[in-house]
């Protein structure tokens, strides 16, 4: 049996590339990836619609693709699956007759039997399906739960990906082993909130019971958590990542959204401790801890005053990365039905306000590192400059955080590698092995 030429877009946040990762891998008799949509017999497209600026862009590049394959012959066959068709599925394939195919994430366990229908070809067995890695080679994504128990007023999460499913630890266990048998390192857990995983399964599970199986996993060098629930943020979790070892990264990725109580109870928030408590206990176990965190600005409720608590916390605490986004009003959501609408343009002059603060704050820490001799992940050659290489130290998160630019003798993709930092600019490092 032929390899099916495939042409692959995924959108959005890592879950979803985990998902496209699991599709590609099952597709029968394997694939060989085309260059060109116009070079496949299948144009798989991984859809996005968390918020009005994801669902645009996804509908953009399904018609973009639409238009290129409009003339061909043979066709490819146009795929559409993730978050889009959950949340307009009708309305859409009403009016994108050119899609010749639409999945869902919940029909992930079926989706190697119905492509491979669609494309004519044998059912493959499930059982052999291996994920089909698209990161670096130094890094993969380990997605260790489904859906979200929270009902945060502004999101659209649990309509779309539904409540929490947590993943067994043996599964999650044995997943991870081949990633690391492949040569990969770090291991970049994801989940909607890993602080909740496994309170929907029986017995002793939880997000430190997992990170005690996966640790002592030979080949892992950076173990690396991705959103942290500010509720989750006990003391107690605190004590416990503590007796992981080095191979915990101290990076800390918790979504705060804001601090002013008011604005998070008018989102819905889960109850915990203070933005500024969370803070404070995360240092107090690591010192030395990178925390990155998203803000909401311009919610309903969100006035001068309470906007200006927000500011003052990002002053006073340097946190690592900041990443702001300008609240969308989505449909069905509680919050597009409050009052006290703020304007499109004060939304983003109160985002350019965090982010130029926090820009500044991002050049004074980065600038303490220059002189010093640290670990760097390879990721992959500079696509502009031979002898360069684009990698992270062990505080940049793949793909939203600043990068490290670092070249040398033996660097290359994939490798950890010991550099000096000689440079610092904003947000990217620069490093000599």
Known sequence: MAKTRVYSISLGCPKNRVDAEVMLGSIPGGIALADAPEAADLVLVNTCSFIRPAVEESVETILELAEALRDLKPKPLLAVAGCLPVRYGEELRKEMPEVDFWGEPSELALWSERIGRALGLSAGDPEQARRLLSTPPGYAYLKISEGCNHACNYCTIPSIRGRLQSRPMDSLADEA?????????????????????????????????????????????????MYLYPSGMTKTFLRGLQSLGPKLLPYFDIPFQHV??????????????????????????????????????????????????????????????????????????????????????EKLRRRDCVMTLQREISAKILSE?????????????????????????????????????????????????????????????????
């Open 369 to 433: 590192y220059v002189g010093r001799t640290m670990p760097v992940m390879v990721d992959a050659p500079h696509p502009e400059w031979p002898g360069l290489f684009v990698g992270r130290t062990w505080f940049q998160a793949p793909e939203v955080d600043g990068v490290t630019y670092v070249s040398g003798p033996g660097v290359a993709a994939g490798k950890l590698v010991m550099a000096e930092i000689v440079e610092a600019k904003d947000y990217d490092l620069t490093a000599l092995a």
């Open 177 to 225: 082993a081949d990633i690391l048998e492949s040569g990969v390192s770090e291991l970049v857990l994801v989940a909607q909130d890993l602080c909740a995983y496994g309170r929907d399964l029986d017995g002793d599970v939880n997000l430190l019971a997992l990170l005690e199986k996966l640790s002592p996993l030979p080949g892992l060098s950076w173990l690396r958590l």
């Open 260 to 345: 002013h109580p008011e604005v998070l109870r008018a989102m819905g928030r889960p109850k915990s401790a203070g933005a500024q408590t969370v803070v404070d206990r995360v240092r107090q176990a690591f010192p030395e801890a990178a925390i990155r965190t998203a803000f909401i600005v311009g919610h309903p409720g969100e006035t001068p005053a309470r906007f200006q608590a927000l500011l003052d916390f990002v002053e006073k605490n340097r946190l690592t990365h900041v990443g702001v986004f300008p609240f969308h009003p989505e449909e069905g959501t509680p919050s597009a039905a409050l009052p006290r609408r703020i304007s499109g343009k």
